[in-house]
């Protein structure tokens, strides 16, 4: 269905948080104050590579009105964190990798008080050789960063024989790719409470995608059992990954434990842009060939990334990017290595598409200069080679099956942005002004794949005031995550979101749901709740039975009780159900994201697909490149939340238009050009598309038990394809390295408008 208010009825779902975030009343995280409580700060390193010779916090400490200074000496247990790899330090011992690099902390009355407190702390320093690149970190004479090396994760993946198939090709190209380090740029950093409780329990109040993880790294950190450790991590402005790592959590904690005091951090804007984590960059080369009939044949890639100081979740991202690098294509013969190299760099992580983003754009390119080459239509040539039901996955793994990817292709082919593509009508007078249509196409992996720990499950009770409640792991960052669950229960108690009580993001109050991650959280509550939806239902009707006297067979949940069926009036509220049952009636599920039954490392199981047609207008004189309209195919299942859904694909789409077009968070020799957002160019209301579709394709094969797919993450990850490819049709000038440069086309257009023809970039 084309997914709009008025497509949608009474499903278009006012979010329950909606409210109070356009009035500024909800409070986050960063919110959060307590009479009495300390400000923390963070001391960093002004080096991006540097031996620490000696660290003096004397004149610090004596400073009245400073209640704690602390270093890598404050630290009663490991002095590590990460997720998949945990080789940050959370206070550098003896040298820092990057210039946000945390040496010091201080607790103070005041915030200027505690940034005083850090001018003096005296670290003596001895810089090192910087490690600026991946290249430079892969020449044999490069100092080490860590103890097995410069190289964080290889990746190889071979299906066929590539090299002999090329010989057997009739069109091959070649190219190679550059995408930028993109950041996050939510409204609210990194920031929390930490608040040190009676018996020696800490209350942490800080944003994270997954509160259990976070505890149990804090945990090894601060050498205390995982119980008397609560985090608190709901709601959050706004994550799309880099809030998945730790980043504040252990200053806080060892400031408020050494202290006695509840500690407040909050980053600011600078202070986030150089210890923040950035989407990968990533250099992608590929040789791509087809035959005569435009079947590709053979496909080579070799992707290299820049992970950074530290690992973070960069081995993930490289398994993501190399299993995603063939795109939804039948190709007969594989060849991919991929490599994640440390730098001195800003250290790079999870971000939205999840290294997807960055193969898709280069294996896209690729397709259309294939299309190029051999004469052939490039919307048909995708056809000619687009997975169909019954063919395993890109590490031929057995997947789940839809018919998504022609499904979406076929919608765009349909669409009429793409089918007036040739129309040259309406076209600008002004000779500078071109108009151009592209389109790209993806398949994207949701949940963490096989052979990683990926727990879900959830909690309905009723409560003894009689609501209904739902108890998850995971985090509202801002996707909609309570408006999809307040929709779900409706529709399996037919009640009114009144009777409802959500209760997410607090360790104390929810069961480990796993991660708010890898487009997963609706997926695995849907699930969830169809795996309890029967015995709390059963338990509750046989509750009433026996209030009411009536078969339970006759009975049904409604608004406000348990009706008899066809009845105008509940025969028995939920309150009075609960107060009979003397204790809570409540279900518990617990299960594993579904995975594929093949042994492959980070193989996915489940596939969300989706295609996108762009139109662009492309300035000659300025090299400014504008999307006039958007055209988006996705076939993720039934729409659970449609607000949410479309509210998630013109999100990820508006977050793509930055990464094609402007946004690049630069260094220089370990050292960040773009210090803060006053020259860093995030899209705003000026640039984003005038017109926008989105054909939502619910319909998924007869006895699939998966349910809807998640969307997180799948808007963000085609469009940049699509806008180069428009670009190209604009202008005959090729794309190969993000964000877009206005200066390099510039030069492009000047031989075009002094009449010497167009070449590729």
């Known amino acids: 269905m084309r997914l709009s208010k008025s497509a949608s009825d009474d499903r278009w779902h006012v979010r329950p948080d909606g409210v109070g975030k356009v009035t500024g009343e909800l409070k986050?995280?960063?919110?959060?104050?307590?009479?009495?409580?300390?400000?923390?700060?963070?001391?960093?390193?002004?080096?991006?590579?540097?031996?620490?010779?000696?660290?003096?916090?004397?004149?610090?400490?004596?400073?009245?009105?400073?209640?704690?200074?602390?270093?890598?000496?404050?630290?009663?247990?490991?002095?590590?964190?990460?997720?998949?790899?945990?080789?940050?330090?959370?206070?550098?011992?003896?040298?820092?990798?990057?210039?946000?690099?945390?040496?010091?902390?201080?607790?103070?009355?005041?915030?200027?008080?505690?940034?005083?407190?850090?001018?003096?702390?005296?670290?003596?320093?001895?810089?090192?050789?910087?490690?600026?690149?991946?290249?430079?970190?892969?020449?044999?004479?490069?100092?080490?960063?860590?103890?097995?090396?410069?190289?964080?994760?290889?990746?190889?993946?071979?299906?066929?024989?590539?090299?002999?198939?090329?010989?057997?090709?009739?069109?091959?190209?070649?190219?190679?790719?550059?995408?930028?380090r993109q950041m996050h740029t939510y409204l609210e950093t990194e920031g929390g409470l930490f608040v040190p409780e009676p018996h020696g329990r800490l209350t942490i109040y800080s944003a994270t995608q997954h509160g259990f993880k976070d505890r149990m790294q804090l945990s090894r950190i601060l050498g205390m059992p995982e119980a008397c450790i609560r985090v608190v991590s709901s709601p959050i402005g706004g994550s799309f990954g880099g809030k998945d790592e730790l980043n504040v959590q252990p200053y806080g904690a060892l400031l408020a434990l050494k202290s006695g005091k509840p500690v407040k951090m909050h980053n600011t804007r600078k202070e986030s842009v150089r210890a923040g984590i950035k989407r990968h960059p990533m250099k992608i080369r590929m040789k791509t060939g087809i035959d005569g009939e435009g079947r590709i044949i053979a496909h080579q890639v070799r992707i290299t990334a820049d992970t950074g100081a530290y690992a973070t979740l960069g081995a993930p991202v490289l398994n993501f990017a190399t299993e995603h690098a063939s795109g939804p294509y039948r190709i007969g013969?594989?060849?991919?290595?991929?490599?994640?190299?440390?730098?001195?760099?800003?250290?790079?992580?999870?971000?939205?598409?999840?290294?997807?983003?960055?193969?898709?754009?280069?294996?896209?390119?690729?397709?259309?200069?294939?299309?190029?080459?051999?004469?052939?239509?490039?919307?048909?040539?995708?056809?000619?080679?687009?997975?169909?039901?019954?063919d395993p996955g890109p590490f031929a793994q057995r997947i789940v099956q839809t018919d998504g990817a022609r499904q979406v292709w076929a919608s765009v082919a349909e669409c009429a942005l793409w089918s007036n593509r040739h129309d040259r009508s309406g076209r600008p007078e002004e000779p500078w002004l071109r108009i151009g249509t592209g389109a790209a196409i993806t398949m994207h992996g949701a949940g963490l794949g096989f052979g990683i720990p990926d727990p879900a499950g959830g909690t309905l009770r009723l409560t003894a005031d009689g609501k209904i409640q739902a108890a998850f792991g995971y985090e509202e960052f801002g996707q909609g995550l309570l408006a999809s669950l307040e929709l779900m229960l409706k529709d399996l108690f037919c009640c009114a979101a009144g009777d409802l009580e959500i209760v997410i993001g607090d360790t104390d109050r929810v069961p480990h749901s796993g991660s708010s991650t890898a487009s997963r959280a609706t997926s695995m509550m849907w699930m969830a709740l169809q795996r309890m939806k029967g015995p709390f239902k059963s338990r509750l009707l046989g509750k009433a039975s026996e209030l009411t006297g009536l078969p339970a067979e006759?009975?049904?949940?409604?608004?406000?009780?348990?009706?008899?069926?066809?009845?105008?009036?509940?025969?028995v509220t939920y309150k009075e159900v609960a107060a009979a049952c003397g204790e809570p009636l409540s279900t518990h599920t617990e299960f594993h994201y579904p995975t594929t039954p093949d042994a492959i490392m980070g193989a996915h199981y489940l596939y969300t697909y989706a295609a996108v047609c762009v139109k662009v207008m492309v300035n000659l004189?300025?090299?400014?490149?504008?999307?006039?309209?958007?055209?988006?195919?996705?076939?993720?299942?039934?729409?659970?939340?449609?607000?949410?859904?479309?509210?998630?694909?013109?999100?990820?789409?508006?977050?793509?238009?930055?990464?094609?077009?402007?946004?690049?968070?630069?260094?220089?020799?370990?050292q960040y050009v773009t210090k803060n957002l006053d020259t860093y160019l995030i899209p705003t209301l000026s640039d984003i598309h005038e017109r926008f579709e989105l054909h939502a394709i619910e319909e998924l094969p007869e006895g699939d038990s998966f349910g809807p797919r998640g969307v997180g993450e799948v808007g963000s990850v085609a469009l940049a394809p699509a806008i180069v490819s428009a670009i190209h049709d604009a202008t005959g000038v090729r794309i190969a390295k993000l964000p877009v440069s206005p200066e390099k086309l510039q030069r492009h257009f000047a031989r075009i408008l002094a009449g010497e023809g167009e070449e590729a970039s």
């Not at 490991?78 to 990798?97: K, S, T």
């Open 333 to 390: 013969h594989v060849d991919i290595e991929g490599i994640s190299v440390y730098t001195n760099n800003g250290v790079s992580g999870e971000f939205r598409g999840f290294g997807g983003n960055q193969v898709v754009f280069a294996m896209e390119g690729q397709m259309d200069r294939l299309a190029e080459a051999a004469g052939i239509d490039p919307w048909q040539l995708r056809h000619i080679n687009l997975r169909g039901m019954g």
């Open 621 to 670: 004189l300025t090299g400014r490149v504008k999307v006039l309209d958007q055209y988006h195919a996705v076939a993720a299942g039934p729409v659970i939340n449609p607000q949410g859904y479309l509210g998630q694909i013109e999100g990820g789409s508006v977050m793509a238009l930055g990464f094609t077009l402007t946004e690049d968070a630069l260094m220089d020799g370990g």
């Open 28 to 180: 986050y995280l960063t919110d959060m104050r307590l009479p009495g409580m300390l400000h923390g700060k963070v001391l960093r390193s002004p080096h991006p590579h540097a031996w620490i010779l000696s660290i003096r916090t004397e004149k610090a400490s004596r400073l009245p009105g400073v209640h704690a200074v602390i270093t890598h000496e404050d630290v009663p247990g490991m002095n590590r964190f990460g997720i998949a790899f945990p080789d940050q330090p959370a206070l550098c011992e003896d040298r820092v990798r990057y210039v946000g690099d945390a040496v010091a902390a201080v607790a103070a009355e005041t915030e200027e008080l505690a940034e005083y407190a850090l001018g003096l702390i005296e670290v003596d320093y001895e810089p090192l050789p910087v490690i600026d690149s991946p290249e430079a970190g892969l020449d044999p004479a490069a100092p080490k960063l860590h103890p097995a090396g410069n190289v964080l994760h290889r990746t190889n993946y071979k299906r066929g024989d590539a090299e002999e198939a090329f010989s057997r090709c009739a069109y091959v190209v070649e190219g190679t790719y550059e995408t930028p």
């Open 554 to 571: 006759r009975l049904e949940t409604g608004p406000g009780g348990v009706y008899e069926k066809g009845g105008e009036g509940p025969l």
